[in-house]
């Protein structure tokens, strides 16, 4: 099985930046797709980004030109760094890794809060 693992969420003001990471095991990393998801209360999961384990990024169109992914794989860790956020990004983010073949496997999320 594989873990994973979210950190680097906080309280940031509109127009403020965060990184967070995403550090994982049970699995050889470099052959992980790696994904970022968030949710708001009374809302449904949804995709931010995702980057593949060759290196291909796809964003949502909603954090496009604000938001960026990338992987370590020598260190077992995905990063979403973001930028310009604002009251509508405040979420859970939530890490998903997915084997070649296999299962999908999520973190137990990090709160990010964008507010005065």
């Known amino acids: 099985q594989v873990q994973v693992v979210e950190s680097g969420g906080g309280l940031v003001q509109p127009g403020g930046s965060l990184r967070l990471s995403c550090a994982a095991s049970g699995s050889i990393f470099s052959e992980l797709s790696m994904g970022w998801y968030r949710q708001a209360p009374g809302k449904q999961r949804e995709l931010v980004a995702t980057?593949?384990?060759?290196?291909?990024?796809n964003f949502a169109d909603s954090v496009k030109g604000r938001f960026a992914i990338s992987r370590d794989n020598r260190a077992n860790t995905m990063y979403l760094q973001m930028n310009s956020l604002q009251p509508e990004d405040t979420a859970v983010y939530y890490c998903?890794?997915?084997?070649?073949?296999?299962?999908?496997?999520w973190g137990q999320g990090t709160q990010v809060t964008v507010s005065e």
């Open positions: 980057i593949t384990s060759g290196g291909s990024t």
């Open positions: 998903n890794a997915r084997p070649f073949g296999g299962l999908a496997y």
